[in-house]
């Protein structure tokens, strides 16, 4: 099964460490960023490997999801997020550029489910990227620029 690919890329005027301590503080993403998650607990730390229990919304509807997320240290980090509806494969690398930090994104999504899979193209690709880039990167600009 083929995945969805979201794909996107931002620049946030601020420097990398202020974006990356927001972005890598997952336990306080329902408060950063209300609209894309309800609760997020890490359940088990090794090193950079976090193993969390997540409630996200998409779109507005509350799903569990279990997130085994890598950190890389001022870089982002990489996740694979499992719940009854896909299987995502989720990068957020940044870098300094010269007016701040660029955010490269990439979401990798294979819907479990056979009928919504028949309309994930019309869901899931450009209108879930701008959901998430309204939701997660203006209000990473609200709070940093």
Do not use: C
């Not at 950063?32 to 088990?44: D, E, G, N, R, W």
């Not at 489910?113 to 880039?133: D, Q």
């Amino acid at each position: 099964m083929k995945p969805i690919s979201l794909t996107g890329s931002w620049v946030i005027k601020a420097p990398l460490k202020s974006v990356y301590d927001i972005v890598t503080d997952f336990e306080k993403t329902p408060t950063y960023f209300p609209a894309v998650a309800k609760s997020l607990k890490i359940i088990k730390k090794n090193g950079n490997h976090l193993s969390i229990q997540a409630m996200t919304k998409t779109f507005g509807i509350p799903f569990k999801v279990k997130m085994e997320t890598d950190l890389i240290p001022l870089k982002g980090f990489k996740s694979i997020n499992e719940s009854v509806l896909a299987v995502e494969d989720e990068t957020f690398l940044m870098e300094e550029v010269s007016i701040g930090t660029k955010i490269n994104y990439r979401n990798d999504v294979i819907i479990n489910n056979n009928i919504l899979r028949l309309f994930s193209k019309l869901l899931i690709g450009k209108p879930a990227l701008r959901f998430w880039e309204h939701a997660y990167i203006d209000k990473l600009k609200e709070m940093l620029e």
